[in-house]
């Protein structure tokens, strides 16, 4: 598939999940209502990559490939003048009316992740969830080195792929939530080689070692367990992030 053909088959793919979902927005405006606390908890790793965004009052934030915008509006709530853009029409729409909603203003527009119209140095922070891994990655590294500020920070949250176990699961069980388009692959750290070529600075933490097994199995003692003993292991051993199912990227601008 070329760069073109894959564009118009992830929009058209996360249209048709857009109007699907908004087939479900019954209650209308109190259905795209939400608590952040509900946003940063909905996945272990959520909040501690929020965290590393830093202060953003008074800061201009990018919510990238926002697609349903609820970090858009979490970012909004923390105080910054934030944009969220998408590929699909049909989550911009969605990201606007959640920002319209929840009584926060959010410049929502449609854009390419690898071509973005922004201006240089436009945003102090960037965060990202589950974007990067549909992207050519040699061109969103450039784009987002171009549209961040000198000392900025971009937050990404990605599907991870050096888990050969993991990987034959998700290739062969079936399991909620499964949905994918045809050209996205959880990353590698072959994949982040351009954006180490673009950006002075590249950490990548590891989230889900054991805790994984939540994507099955959902006894929340256990997981509570699990996901402490997740804690330590990645903390004495960071090489152990390479087996995650998720990992947190941080880029910095220098
Ligand atoms: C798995 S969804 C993640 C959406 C959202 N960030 C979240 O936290 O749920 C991937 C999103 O990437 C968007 N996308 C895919 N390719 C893109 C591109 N080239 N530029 C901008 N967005 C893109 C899709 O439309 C979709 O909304």
Known sequence: MNGTERRVSEQLFHDRQAAERADTFRAGVADLRFDTDCFLDHETWVRPAFATLGDLRGKRA????????????????????????????????????????????????????EELPFANASFDAVWGNAILHHLDLAMA??????????????????????????????????????????D??????????????????VEVRGFQLLGMVRRVWRNRRALNLLDATDSRLLHAVPALGNWCRYVVIVLRAG
Request: hydrophobic share 40%; glycine share 12%.
């Open 141 to 182: 590294g450039r784009e987002l080195r171009r549209v961040l500020k000198p000392g900025g920070v971009a937050v990404f949250c990605e599907p991870w792929g050096g888990n050969p176990l993991l990987n034959f699961a998700r290739r062969s069980l079936p399991y909620r939530g499964k949905d994918r388009t045809p």
């Open 62 to 113: 990018l919510d990238y490939g926002c697609g349903h915008g609820m970090a858009a509006v979490a970012m909004a709530r923390a105080g910054a003048s934030v944009t969220a853009f998408d590929l699909s029409p049909g989550y911009v729409h969605e990201a606007q009316s959640r920002a319209t909603a929840n009584g926060v203003r959010v410049a929502c527009v449609t854009a390419d992740g």
């Open 184 to 201: 996205e692959q959880p990353l590698t750290r072959r994949d982040l080689r351009p954006l180490r070529a673009v950006f002075p600075s």
